[in-house]
């Protein structure tokens, strides 16, 4: 097993971002989404790590990393900026969910990204799924505000996730439940992200145009329609991409269905 070495960036703005980085070889950044901090990336960076160096990170308000506030999403493309000058100047991107919005902020500003790879990103693209509020993103600034933040929680996974209610209220109780409710106000900042504080909620295809970095866009066929139009909607918006659908595959891909698959895309 690779040994784990954290160490911190500064970004732009002087918030500190924590991150692990283990393995040898090219520079692979792991980019989490909602409620994901970097513990939640080991699972993951662990089987790339003998293919790449991986850095797992606390993005901005999570864990052992810094906030600045007002939040923006240009200060999270500034904190990936950051780790890609520590990683020696360049680097391969993967996201996941709203961390793939992130990724793809990120190529289209940042010129030092040599490929990206996305799984998911949870944009809605047509009817087959109810679109989140238009004050999604206002309302749960309020929660965080009145510091409803277990309210916040189950908002986001209820009207964001689309999860039954009856489901979820029971989470609560969970001994999981208080680190959720730790980064809740981070779920605004990945609504952000998604462009949904914005009344265009349409793809922002002008400036995924100027991405010239070669992108995989990956969704899995156990995933619902609506998941799945939306990974075809993001690959046919970027100049250079290319789908892959993995078999068995929910929005929760498991580390050894992905490992190899983009081992072979970044590499090959």
Known sequence: MSQVETGTVTSKDGTTIVFDRTGAGPSLILVGGALNNRASGAPYAAPLAPSFTVYAYDRRGRGDSGDTVPYAVEREVEDIGALIAEAGGSAFLFGHSSGAALVL????????????????????????????????????????????RGDAVEYFMVVGVGMPRDTVTPMRGAPFWPSLEAVAHT???????????????????ARWKTITAPALVMDGDASPAWSRNAVQAVTDALPDA???????????VDPAVLTPVLVEFFLG
């Open 187 to 205: 779920i605004a900042y990945d609504g952000r992200a998604m462009g949904f504080d914005r009344p265009d909620r349409s793809l922002p295809v």
């Open 242 to 252: 290319q789908r892959r659908t993995l078999a068995g595959q929910t929005h929760e």
């Open 105 to 148: 902020e990120t190529a289209a500003r940042n010129d030092r990204v040599d490929k990206i790879a996305l799984y998911e990103p949870p944009y809605n693209v047509d009817d087959t799924r109810t679109p989140v509020p238009d004050d999604y993103v206002a309302h749960l600034d309020e929660l965080i505000a009145g510091d409803r």
